[in-house]
C-alpha cells in the first residue's frame, strides 16, 4: 500500500453540477429522527429524495473537519460531491471536543521530537493558519493581545532555532508584559514567556461557515446515513427516508476514530489505525490570553469568551476503542498543572472532558504522529487522516491531488507532463 505524507492538490468536473436553477434547482426539507436530532437531505424538484441522489463523482466518508475540507477542496474544483455522516450532526467526534487551538505552529515546532518532522508539522499548521483567518474570519476569537507560549530557559537556544526554521512568529514578553501576565499566570525563574500567533477557534462557527460554502456548490450532506455496503462503483446506503444506491467514481473515507469500522462498510482493504485518549477541563477564564506551556506535563490553556479550556501536553494514552470517559488519575493531574499555572483559576466549576485522536503508524510502540496520511488502497478509494485540525486544509490538498490525477480533467487540455508515464523509479 503507498501513501501521502504530503503534498499539493487540485482536482476535475465529471457530469452536471448541483445547485443551478431549472431542472438542477433544489429545495431543502429537514427530517428527525426518533432522537430528535434535525437531519438535512436536499430534494430535487424533479424526480424526488432518491433520483437527486442516485450518482456523483466523490463520495467523502465523515463529516469532521477532515471530511469537510476534502469536500470543500474537490467541490471547488468542480466535483460533484456527497458526504456520508452515520451521526445525526456534523463535528460529532474529536472536531468538537478539542481546545479549539488554531495552531501557528508554536507548540508542534518544539514538541515533535525529529526536528525535520517537527518543521513540516508546524508549517502544515501555519498553513491552515492562515488560510481559516482568511476565509472564515468571523469565527477566529481574536483577543486583546497576543496568546503567551512558556519555554524553558534551559532548552532556549534550541527552540528559538526550532521557531526560525519553521517560520513561527514569535517576541520575547517585555518587563510590563510580565507583570500584567504575573496577575494570572505563573511563570517560573527558570522559564521565559513570548507572545505567539496561536488563536482560539469556534470550531462550531467555522463547521457552520463551511457548511454553508459547500451548499453553494451543491454539496449534499447526508446525516444519520449508514453504509450496507459497496461494490465498485456502487455504494448501498440508508437514511431515515429508506435506502439507495449511489454510483460514485471516487471514495475519500476521512472517519476519524471510525476508520477501521467505515473501510469494513465499504469494503475497502482495512487500514489499522491507533486511538489515543487526551484529557481537556474548562474553567472560568483564567488569564486575560490564551496561555500554554510547552514543555511535557504542563497546561495548555485556549480561551473561548467567558471559559478557558486547558489541555494537558503529551497527555495522550493508546485505548482499544473510542471512549468519552475521563481518567480521573490524569484528570486530577490536569488540574495541580492548572494550580500551578494559574494560581488564581477557579477551579470549583471545573468540567472534565476526553476525546480520542487518530494516528497511522507502522509500529505499534512508536510515539504518536503528527503526520498526515493519505492512503491510496484503492485505485478508487484513499483514506486519509489530517493529524491536527489545523492541517485540514494542507491534507484535503493532497487528498484532492490525488483524486485528480486518477479522474483526469476531461474539458481540460492535459500538460505534456501529464502524458509521461515513468518506466522506473530512476527515470
Avoid at 134 to 161: M, N, W, Y
Avoid at 397 to 416: D, I, K, W
Wanted: some cysteine.
Amino acid at each position: 500500500m503507498g501513501e501521502y505524507r504530503g503534498g499539493d492538490s487540485q482536482a476535475q468536473p465529471c457530469g452536471r453540477r448541483s445547485g443551478g436553477s431549472g431542472a438542477e434547482r433544489h429545495s431543502e426539507a429537514s427530517w428527525r429522527l426518533s432522537s430528535g436530532s434535525a437531519i438535512s437531505f436536499c430534494f430535487s424538484e424533479y424526480g424526488g429524495f432518491m433520483n437527486s441522489i442516485r450518482s456523483c463523482d466523490v463520495v467523502v466518508v465523515g463529516a469532521g473537519f477532515a471530511g469537510l475540507m476534502c469536500a470543500d477542496r474537490l467541490s471547488r474544483l468542480g466535483y460533484t460531491v456527497t458526504i456520508i455522516e452515520k451521526a445525526p450532526a456534523t463535528l460529532a467526534g474529536t472536531s468538537s471536543r478539542n481546545e479549539g487551538w488554531l495552531h501557528a505552529g508554536t507548540y508542534h515546532a518544539l514538541s515533535v521530537r525529529d526536528r525535520r518532522e517537527a518543521a513540516a508539522v508546524a508549517k502544515r499548521c501555519r498553513y491552515g493558519w492562515e488560510e481559516i483567518q482568511r476565509r472564515f474570519p468571523e469565527c477566529v476569537e481574536v483577543e486583546k493581545g497576543k496568546a503567551v507560549a512558556i519555554l524553558p530557559e534551559a532548552h532556549l537556544a534550541e527552540s528559538l532555532s526550532r521557531w526560525e526554521e519553521a517560520r513561527v512568529g514569535h517576541a520575547r514578553l517585555s518587563a510590563s508584559q510580565h507583570e500584567q501576565l504575573a496577575d494570572h499566570v505563573r511563570v517560573g525563574a527558570d522559564e521565559a514567556a513570548f507572545a505567539v500567533d496561536d488563536l482560539g477557534i469556534n470550531t462550531r462557527m467555522l463547521a457552520a461557515s463551511l457548511i454553508a460554502e459547500l451548499r453553494t456548490r451543491g454539496v449534499r450532506i447526508l446525516l444519520g446515513a449508514r453504509i450496507l455496503g459497496r461494490s465498485n462503483d456502487r455504494m448501498r446506503v440508508a437514511t431515515a427516508e429508506g435506502s439507495f444506491d449511489l454510483v460514485h467514481r471516487f471514495v475519500v473515507c476521512a472517519a476519524g476514530f471510525e476508520t477501521e469500522r467505515a473501510c469494513a462498510d465499504l469494503e475497502i482493504p482495512p487500514v489499522k489505525v491507533r486511538l489515543w485518549r487526551s484529557h481537556l477541563v474548562t474553567v472560568p477564564k483564567a488569564a486575560p490570553v490564551s496561555v500554554f506551556g510547552v514543555a511535557p506535563q504542563q497546561a495548555a490553556m485556549i480561551n473561548h469568551g467567558a471559559w478557558s479550556i486547558i489541555g494537558f501536553n503529551e497527555d495522550a494514552t493508546v485505548v482499544d476503542r473510542p471512549t468519552f470517559e475521563v481518567d480521573p488519575v490524569i484528570a486530577d493531574r490536569l488540574e495541580e498543572a492548572v494550580r500551578w499555572r494559574f494560581p488564581k483559576a477557579d477551579l470549583s466549576a471545573t468540567k472534565r472532558t476526553a476525546c480520542v485522536k487518530v494516528d497511522y503508524a507502522t509500529h505499534e510502540d512508536s510515539a504518536r504522529s503528527l503526520n498526515i496520511r493519505m492512503l491510496p488502497v484503492l485505485d478508487n478509494a484513499v483514506v486519509v487522516l489530517p493529524g491536527k485540525m489545523t492541517e485540514a486544509p494542507y491534507s484535503a490538498n493532497v487528498v484532492a491531488s490525488h483524486v485528480f490525477e486518477m479522474l483526469g480533467q476531461g474539458g481540460v487540455t492535459a500538460r505534456p507532463i501529464d502524458t509521461y508515464e515513468l518506466t522506473n523509479q530512476g527515470s
